[in-house]
Each structure stands twice: as structure tokens, then as C-alpha cells.
């Protein structure tokens, strides 16, 4: 085997061994993100699972953590939809 070949080969095995790292790497993260996120999704739910809130538009009771927030003239509104949202903030003179 001629020095070259063994060059090239040695590179190769660095070059798969580089991408495998990367990809064991990446794949922990994205667990680890998941699992995050997962654990906030949760603790959100916990807290605001029985909070009811109003559409002002089609008056559609919606769970808080589902609805669209939108923040208007310094209060919070809560939309069943983003059709509903537009529909609001579209509207002159929308808030009650
Ligand atoms: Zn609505």
C-alpha cells in the first residue's frame, strides 16, 4: 500500500468519524430540546388548564393556553382563531 493511499485512508476514517460525532451531538440536543419543552408545555398547562377565556368577536369561551393573545391598549384579549384576531383589531373602534 503506497503512503498516499494510507494518507487518504487515514482522512477518510477522520472524516466519518467527525460526521458520526456530529450527528450523536446533534441528536442528544434535539432530545434534550424536546424533553425542555415538553417539561414547559406541561408546567404551562398545570397552571393555566382551567382558565377560561372569552372571544370578544364570536364570544367562544377558549382554554387560555389555547387561545391567541393579543395585547390592545394595554389589556389582554384572547381570540379563538386568528380570523377572529384580525376580525378585532380590523374592526375601528373594536374594544368594548
Ligand atoms: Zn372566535
Redesign the pocket.
Known sequence: MSPQRLFLLVLLLYIAWRLLKNLIRDQITQKAKDLRQKESEQAEGATVQDTLVE?P????L?PQHQAIRLRHNGKNYY???D??CD?FTGTPGGKE
Open positions: 372571544d368577536v364570536c364570544h367562544t377558549i381570540f379563538c382563531s380570523s377572529c376580525q
